[in-house]
């Protein structure tokens, strides 16, 4: 194997995860933050799980939060996309 090859590989690849990351942080409006919700949310408590949080995030091409409650309010998972897009 040619090591030069490999980290030019790489280094394609970890630029084009970068860019991902960086169109996802900024493509998504409020509406669309709030439909993510509410698609964890199907049976309309208005509260989604830890896990449930962290995979929106996870869909929104965002780092989720290091700390995140057990339990999450659309206004609380609004503001923590929103900070999170801040960044």
Do not use: H, Y
């Not at 208005?46 to 449930?52: E, R, S, V």
């Amino acid at each position: 194997e040619d090591p030069r090859a490999f980290i030019i590989e790489e280094l394609k690849r970890l630029k084009e995860k970068e860019k991902v990351q960086q169109l996802g942080s900024s493509i998504f409006t409020e509406t669309d933050v709030e439909t993510m919700f509410g698609m964890f949310d199907p049976t309309g408590t208005g509260f989604i799980t830890k896990d449930q949080c962290k995979q929106a995030f996870s869909s929104l091409c965002l780092q989720a939060p290091s700390e995140v409650n057990d339990s999450v309010s659309k206004d609380e998972f609004c503001k923590m996309v929103a900070d999170s897009r801040a960044l």
